[in-house]
């Protein structure tokens, strides 16, 4: 969760920069494998009934590499816009609920463990990037 009071949000616009856990944000290891704290930086500005949030994201994700799995891990960086429609009832937006939709939303990116991954022999199951089978 990461509560921003619509309140403070100046004319000029609200910079945050900010350090959160998976748990944080309302995330379980089951639906995604971060192994970082995620640092969200986002830029807010209200113009009349909304308020526009320009938000990048950067985490450690694990991943299984697409062809030999063996699990790994990459920096990654992302970005999202969201708008929120403000209801005067409402004096809070939760920017960390859109983030977490979108994580667990993005489709797992396709990634190698390295550009030439051999991947996993079809009959033996060897991971070719470790070692040779004999099979042809
Ligand atoms: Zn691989
Ligand atoms: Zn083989």
Do not use: W
Not at 8 to 31: A, F, N, Q, Y
């Amino acid at each position: 969760m990461i509560k921003i009071s619509i309140r403070d949000i100046p004319s000029k616009g609200l910079d945050i920069d900010r350090d959160v856990s998976m748990e944080g944000l309302g995330l379980s290891c089951e639906e995604v494998d971060i192994r970082t704290p995620i640092n969200v930086k986002a830029h807010l500005e209200k113009t009349g009934n909304v308020v526009i949030a320009a938000a990048r994201i950067r985490a450690e994700f694990g991943f299984l590499c697409a062809r030999c799995l063996q699990e790994m891990s990459e920096a990654q960086e992302r970005s999202y816009k969201f708008d929120f429609e403000l209801d005067p009832a409402v004096e809070y937006i939760d920017l960390g609920e859109e983030i977490r939709q979108e994580i667990i939303m993005a489709n797992p990116a396709r990634v190698l463990c390295r550009k030439d991954c051999k991947g996993i022999c079809p009959k033996c199951g060897v991971n070719l990037n470790v070692e040779k089978c004999k099979c042809v």
